[in-house]
């Protein structure tokens, strides 16, 4: 019972580390705010124990002037 146990610990820490390495670490929901608001700083998630502690953010998001912009089909 404890190998079972130690393998499914070990692929869910797989998993865990290719969704890091592939920048999945965000969910649809947010991604879609951040390119509506066109973001381009810097989140950070710090966790302890498998919870959030704390979270924040860099701003560093720009948007075009009213003039240059372009119209983009969603």
Known sequence: MESATRESEE???AEF?????????????MQ???????FNGRLSVI?????VLKSGYEE???RQRESTVTAQPH
């Not at 879609?32 to 066109?38: G, K, S």
């Not at 966790?47 to 919870?51: I, S, T």
């Open 17 to 29: 580390r290719r969704k890091v390495r592939a920048a999945e670490v965000l969910s649809a929901a």
């Open 47 to 51: 966790v302890q124990n498998g919870r």
């Open 11 to 13: 692929r869910i820490f």
């Open 60 to 62: 560093g998001y720009f």
């Open 32 to 38: 879609r705010l951040l390119q509506d608001i066109q």
